[in-house]
């Protein structure tokens, strides 16, 4: 069993950053691939990133490429994501989630545990 607790979220201003961070427990992080999804009102939940065990691959949805940012620090058993130059369309409630796998997982189907989320909420 894996445990995920997101923080960070909050409100902030369009062309605003967050960073959001990710604790794991439970289980050995790095044995796990990551991944941050999020889901708006009255929208289904969405891909946003995703990194693989060791960090060496990631992949990002479109809308957030060349913004947003995913790490981890496998030390301290924490993901993240860098969020920069924010729109409102970037409002939702964000959700990291965990798969033991080797691979790079952007589908939440194939994801076994999540976290309770984090609201993100930017401002026009």
């Known amino acids: 069993q894996v445990q995920l607790v997101e923080s960070g979220g909050g409100l902030v201003q369009a062309g605003g950053s967050l960073r959001l961070s990710c604790a794991a427990s439970?289980?050995?992080?790095?044995?796990?691939?990551m991944g941050w999804f999020r889901q708006a009102p009255g929208k289904e939940r969405e891909f946003v990133s995703a990194?693989?065990?060791?960090?060496?691959?990631?992949d990002y949805a479109d809308s957030v490429k060349g913004r947003f940012t995913v790490s981890r620090d496998n030390a301290k058993n924490t993901l993240f994501l860098q969020m920069n130059r924010l729109k409102p369309e970037d409002t939702a409630v964000y959700y990291c989630?965990?798969?033991?796998?080797?691979?790079?997982?952007?589908?939440?189907?194939?994801?076994?545990?999540w976290g309770q989320g984090t609201q993100v909420t930017v401002s026009s």
């Open positions: 990194i693989t065990w060791s960090g060496g691959s990631t």
């Open positions: 439970g289980r050995t992080f790095s044995n796990y691939a």
């Open positions: 989630a965990a798969v033991e796998t080797t691979g790079l997982v952007t589908t939440d189907l194939f994801y076994e545990y």
